[in-house]
């Protein structure tokens, strides 16, 4: 069986000159009766390939054409595998679109092989190293931010009076840090504080605060009435006293001097913070979230191969790699857990995916809700491509280990944590788990960002580049048109990752500040 997060290379049409020129489709695997369509136009009817096929109508960028005739009932393969079942005939030549097929049935939990192909650990990949700010603890950041935890919402529009202030008056007394930032939320009252699902967000939030992008100076503000209570956030270990600010203590008069006291705690951990400096440190030290967002079909085809090359390349430097989101990982979980390093870690990848079956399945939902409208027209019928696409992120390392929502990483190697597939809380989990660089691929583009850790965009089509120039950093695209491998793609974003992690290169989003909000991932009664 083909391994969707391993494909097989790339096989595009006649290479001449960029594509548009010359009709071009890209098949991954021998097996498929389905290509898409690479021209960044799509192709009309009566276009003939060198193989003789003919296409019977138009066909979008990035949509199947059918290279055979499927009956009704017969099976629509891609990377391999079965993504879909045909509804009615479809003919050769013809457009093979989202109305054509039906979504196939899920792989059952019970019945997958566990850590049965197992891959071998690649030849190590010494001498690499990066800039970054090493922490007490011994984890190494890459950026060197003031993080202010909330433990309720209620404190949020005080904080941000708070941290212009902060920014105007006292970050130009502390050049070496990069900035101050709130960890901001909707949760902390208001919320069934002792329901099971609550670890989630609590846990969350206390990561979220120990990120190594932080160095270790943890500051809460919290109201006081709240039923997050605001030393819950504070490490074990450190004074609460001197950690948090509480807006209802009788010692403070007024607006004033609540924002005097946020002001006096950020001055004292600005002071600790600005003494911090970079050092050359072992690419081991790095822990790399992956996500995509926007896909369309050229994701499980470009950038994602590309995103799962460097992965590798990361895991070989003995770095800490984290891809994610369930829903996206589901339909290929049978690629997966043979891969699992031990049984124990394939348990692990099988108790996450029944865990949010069961959440869909309260909420009257299952897989099928995920792509959205901008996934369709990009070419992705259903969410099984989706996820044949989306794990080709995780290269073809052994998978080490597994992390429930909002979990720390204590492994090292590519790790699973387990997150929704939205884009911002995904985003936020992965900060949590400890994150301190993210690489995002994009096909239908989304300006996204993360203000507690560098992101590097990559485009899946070269017509997004180009477009959106000034929010993309490396152009993937250019695996389909045959202008570059994916292993030469890898390597670029390698080398761009050690760039970026050692402040050498800044990322769009940090250029322009362009970052999205924290949202919590809360599956527990709201009350």
């Known amino acids: 069986m083909h391994a969707a997060s391993s494909p097989a290379p790339v096989r595009p049409g006649p290479a001449a000159g960029p594509a548009g020129d010359e009709p071009r489709t890209i098949r991954l695997h021998e097996t498929d009766n389905v290509a898409i369509v690479v021209n960044a136009f799509g192709l009309p009817a009566g276009t003939v390939f060198p193989d003789g096929l003919v296409l019977t109508e138009f066909v979008p960028q990035g949509h199947k054409v059918a290279l055979a005739d499927v009956p009704a009932g017969g099976v629509v393969r891609r990377y391999g595998e079965v993504v879909g079942i045909a509804l009615r005939p479809i003919a050769r030549g013809s457009w093979v679109e989202e109305s054509c097929v039906e979504t196939p049935t899920a792989p059952a939990l019970d019945a997958l092989e566990k850590a049965t192909r197992v891959p071998a650990p690649l030849p190590p990949l010494d001498g690499y190293t990066f800039e970054g700010f090493r922490n007490p603890d011994g984890s190494v950041g890459t950026k060197n931010i003031l993080a202010i935890s909330t433990s309720v919402q209620c404190v949020a529009g005080t904080l941000e009076v708070a941290i212009r202030r902060i ?9 070496n840090v990069d900035d101050v930032i709130g960890l901001t939320h909707a949760y902390g009252c208001g919320v069934a ?8 967000p609590i846990r969350t939030l206390q990561s979220l605060a120990q990120n190594p992008n932080f160095g270790g100076e943890v500051m809460v503000v919290g109201l006081g009435c709240e039923k997050l209570v605001s030393e819950r956030l504070v490490p074990a270990g450190a004074a609460a006293e001197d950690s948090v600010v509480r807006l209802q203590d009788e010692r403070h008069e007024g607006f004033g001097s609540m924002i005097d006291s946020i002001l006096a705690m950020a001055e004292d951990r600005l002071a600790v913070l600005d003494a911090r400096r970079r050092e050359t440190c072992p690419a081991s030290e790095l822990v790399v979230g992956l996500q995509c967002g926007g896909s369309d079909a050229f994701s499980g085809v470009t950038a994602n ?6 992965a590798d390349l990361l895991v070989r430097c003995g770095a800490t790699v984290l891809f994610s989101e369930v829903t996206e990982v589901r339909d290929a979980i049978h690629l997966l857990t043979p891969r699992a390093a031990t049984p124990e870690v394939a348990d692990a990848l099988i108790r996450e995916m029944a865990w949010y079956d069961a959440y869909l399945e309260k909420g009257g939902a299952d897989r099928r809700a995920n792509p959205s409208p901008g996934n369709k027209k990009g070419g992705l019928n259903n969410i099984v491509e989706k996820a044949l696409g989306s794990v080709a992120k995780s290269g073809t390392s052994a998978i080490a280990g597994v992390l429930a929502p909002g979990e720390r990483v204590r492994e090292k190697g590519l790790i699973f944590a387990a997150t929704p597939a939205s884009d911002f809380v995904c985003g936020t989990l992965q900060l949590a788990s400890g994150i301190t660089l993210q690489v995002f691929s994009t096909g239908r583009g989304t300006p996204y960002g993360l203000a507690q850790a560098p992101v590097i965009k990559v485009a899946t089509r070269t017509e997004l580049s180009r477009r959106w120039s000034d929010l993309i950093d490396l152009d993937a695209g250019r695996i389909a048109t ?4 994916i292993a030469e793609m890898g390597w670029e974003l390698f080398h761009l990752i050690l760039d970026v992690a050692s402040g050498r290169t800044q990322p769009w989003s940090d250029r322009w500040g362009l970052y999205n909000d924290l949202t919590l991932f809360n599956p527990a009664p709201i009350t």
């Open 167 to 175: 920014r105007r008056e006292l970050l130009p007394r502390f050049p």
């Open 193 to 200: 504080i002792n329901a099971p699902e609550a670890v989630i």
């Open 305 to 310: 191969p590309a995103l799962g090359f460097a």
């Open 482 to 485: 045959g202008e570059s491998t």
